[in-house]
Structures are given as structure tokens and as C-alpha cells.
């Protein structure tokens, strides 16, 4: 089985105290650390699972600039067997869509049984996983947190809905999952793995060489524009209530009273 799973580079939460720019429009990036999006690493886990199954290749792929050449190799010395950045100046300023348009154009490069990413970027939303599988008209599912592969050119998923229930579906291949953290345990990567992956080719595909349109892509194609970030203000504090435990009852009903929560 060939499998795709798409990853992204994003800044890292635990490392960074993040604070925005003077034009208030984007966050500080010059001295920010950067990883993987660590629901990515579900995906490419799973995916490797899977073909240590059924036998087959990963190939991980990302949308991105040179600095995000680092990911792809880390995924690598997972044991994904190539990865692939998608690399163009006219890619900057894509918006969910734009996104999607662009991995489109590269599995219509390729052949791929199955596509993979994570459940959300930690710096973006989760559209374009879905986005994706609509551009292909492939079938998709969310939220997955089990994946059986099937004879006949199927799978059985399970999905996370509601109440901590679970959906059990039955999809064709070729299709589009997001994978929910928690369906397995990545595995470590060491330095030592990185170290024998830095000498492999990555590959780069430019607009051109995935025969896109630059309007279709980009700033030029984004329907989707970021106007502004802002701090929200912070709120009243909270009243704490002394006394013993029928004190701070009577209190409490007197402030629910006062603020109209009891008649």
C-alpha cells in the first residue's frame, strides 16, 4: 500500500513565549523554535503500522520553504521511506484551500492508495484534510482513532463522535483520514536516525513542476485572509468564598439571587 501523509512545521508552544508583532497582524516568528505538528506524528505512526502489515511505502510531504526540510527528515528517521517539499513563492499566503489545491496537484503526481494528516495544525484550524478529500472526490473521515485494512480495496475505521461514542464505517481506497491523537504511541526518534536520513534527497516541487496556476494558489487565490490578532482582555477575577461550608452555601445563594441565576 502507498501512503501519503501530510505534515506541517509549526512553532513550538512549549519552547516559545508568544507575543505579537508591532503591526499587530502575526505573531513574532524571527526567534521562534519550530517542530513537527504533533498530531502529524499519529498520522505518519499509523501509517508506518500499516504498511509493516500489508507491506507498501510512507511518503511524508509538506507545503513549505527549505526550513521545513527538517520535519520531512524527522519523519524519515521514523521510517517514513521519502519525503517530498512542495516549495514555491507563490505558495506564500495560502489559506486552507490553497493548501489543499497544492497537495492535490502533488497526489495527482503520484499514485496513493491511502492519504493521512493529522487531526489539526496546533497553529491553524483543521479544514485541509476535508478540503482535500473534496478536490480529489475521494471519501473521508475524521476524528479516526482505528483503522483495520479490509480485503477488496476497503477499510474499517473507527471515528470519535459525541459522548465518547465511537462510529464504525467501512470506506473504499483511495481516500483522506485525519487521525486522532492518542491512536497509538510514535515512536522515539534519535539523533542517530536523523543523522543517517540528513544525507537523503528530498525532493522539491515547485508551481511549475505540479502544473498549478499561481492565482489558484497563494495570496492571489486565497478566499480565506487573516485581518488581525489580538490579546483578549482579561476578565474580572474570581470572588472567593470564605467561611465554613453553610457560610459559604448562604453566600453563594445570595450572589445567584443578586445576580439573577435563582428567583
Request: charged residues 25%; negative net charge; hydrophobic residues 40%.
Amino acid at each position: 500500500m502507498e501512503i501519503l501523509v501530510c505534515v506541517r512545521r509549526v512553532p513550538d508552544t512549549s519552547e516559545n513565549e508568544i507575543q505579537l508583532n508591532a503591526a499587530g497582524n502575526d505573531i513574532e516568528r524571527d526567534d521562534l523554535v519550530y517542530s513537527i505538528n504533533e498530531p502529524d506524528n499519529y498520522a505518519v505512526e499509523e501509517a508506518l503500522q500499516i504498511t509493516a502489515k500489508v507491506g507498501g511505502n510512507v511518503t511524508v510531504v509538506t507545503v513549505g520553504s527549505d526550513d521545513d526540510e527538517e520535519v520531512l527528515r524527522r519523519e524519515m528517521a521514523m521510517g517514513a521511506s521519502r519525503g517530498v517539499l512542495l516549495s514555491d513563492e507563490a505558495f506564500d499566503g495560502s489559506d486552507g484551500r490553497g493548501i489543499a489545491n497544492i497537495l492535490k496537484a502533488y497526489v495527482h503526481n503520484g499514485h496513493f492508495d491511502l492519504i493521512l494528516t493529522g487531526v489539526q495544525a496546533e497553529d491553524g484550524g483543521a479544514q485541509v484534510g476535508g478540503m482535500l478529500a473534496a478536490l480529489l472526490d475521494y471519501p473521508f473521515a475524521s476524528l479516526v482513532n482505528s483503522i483495520s485494512v479490509l480485503d477488496g480495496g476497503k477499510l474499517k475505521v473507527s471515528r470519535e463522535i459525541e459522548g465518547g461514542n465511537k462510529e464504525m464505517n467501512e470506506i473504499d481506497l483511495p481516500c483522506v483520514l485525519s487521525i486522532q491523537t492518542g491512536i497509538n504511541e510514535p515512536r522515539y526518534v534519535g539523533m542517530r536516525g536523523i543523522r543517517q536520513v540528513a544525507s537523503l534527497e528530498v525532493p522539491t516541487f515547485s508551481a511549475s513542476n505540479l502544473g498549478l496556476d499561481a492565482s489558484a494558489v497563494g495570496d492571489a487565490g486565497a478566499k480565506v485572509k487573516r485581518t488581525d490578532y489580538f490579546v483578549p482582555a482579561l476578565g474580572k477575577g474570581a470572588e472567593m468564598l470564605e467561611g465554613d461550608q453553610e457560610e459559604i452555601i448562604a453566600k453563594l445563594i445570595e450572589l445567584m439571587k443578586a445576580k439573577g441565576g435563582l428567583n
